[in-house]
């Protein structure tokens, strides 16, 4: 039987970004401290915080300072290392494992495990040699991406390949090495799942969203996806398999294309709050960190429903948060920023919320007016 944490435990949350940030919040509400472990003094979820330990992130001596500071151990973002998660786990409970970071961590790995798992993803070859690379577009065939298998988010670490004189300017370029060589997915849309399960096993999953992207960073997330219903509950199906197999006990996101075809395939998974749930926070009783922080801490899962249907708009760069003004002056916006003091081009600060009655979710021409001027085309 789990054994939930008492009021005004201690959550240490790896990473100091907003991820962190919100999940800090959340904790906060649900009468538990937050203890940042953090490479940066100024960093969002500090801000909000009980208290914090700066250091790095495979530092045995602040790993240690900050294990015998808290009660249960989780992290916001995945680039933290697995060897300092290991040494964290040794001293206090860590959700989700190590293992399971390790394996969200590299490409190869994650493809590995959700292939063994019977879940489908695109064609894949590890390329480990430039005569691998030939090799591996002989087998897929143009266009493909060649990706690092580590380190990679918001687009870097990848590289489109439409012929042969693409292949040595992208060889060359990417690093560290192994690099994944990926076949081009046809594909309809964007999709991900949030899911939710705890020590005990109990699964809630959110319902499928619709990502659309611009310059290889997340723009809009439509809630919910505007997919036929089976499209929506293979989604789901996936998502929970991908939690069981992993024995999760936390929060995992699972980004998914859908195909020209209908297919829905596996892209990658992230264990812990997504871009792509930011929209929980308003439209949900129970928003995704809120899960994330009830799994961590051994509470019971509430289901994971809606009340209403939404919009999410990230806010990216100093452009965007020159908009500032204008999105608190517009009605039905619910605006969230991050505390990072400082805006640079393709820099995620903030995101704004819409909401919508159930089943009400406009077409793109009624999305755009209800964002107003936060509409722009996506890529």
Known sequence: MTIALPPN?????????????????????????????????????IQVSAAHTIGAYDDPQALRAFANAVDVVTFEFENVSAEGLDLLASLKPVHPSPTILRISQDRLAEKTFLNDAGIPTAP?????????????????????????????????????????????????????????????????????????RSASGTIAAFDTVENRHRHHILDLTLAPARVPEETARAAQTIARKVAEALGLIGLLAVEMFVDAQGRVLVNEIAPRPHNSGHWTMDACPASQFEMHIRAVAGLPLPPAIRHSDAVMRNLVGPEDVALWPDILATPGLIPHLYGKAEARPGRKMGHVNRLFPRGALPGDLGIADALGKLAREAE
């Open 9 to 45: 435990a201690t959550i240490g949350i790896i990473g100091g970004g907003q991820l962190g940030r919100m999940s800090a919040l959340a904790a906060a509400r649900l009468g538990y401290r937050c203890h940042i472990l953090s490479d940066a003094p100024d960093s969002p979820a």
């Open 124 to 196: 894949w070859h590890a390329v480990t040699s430039r005569a691998e690379l030939d090799e591996a577009v002989t087998a897929l065939g143009y266009p493909c991406i060649l990706k690092t298998t580590r380190l990679g988010y918001d687009g870097k670490g990848q590289a489109r390949l439409n012929g042969p004189d693409d292949l040595d300017e992208a060889w060359e370029t990417l690093s560290p090495r192994p690099l994944v060589l990926e076949g081009f997915v046809d594909f309809a849309m964007e999709i991900s799942v949030v899911v939710a």
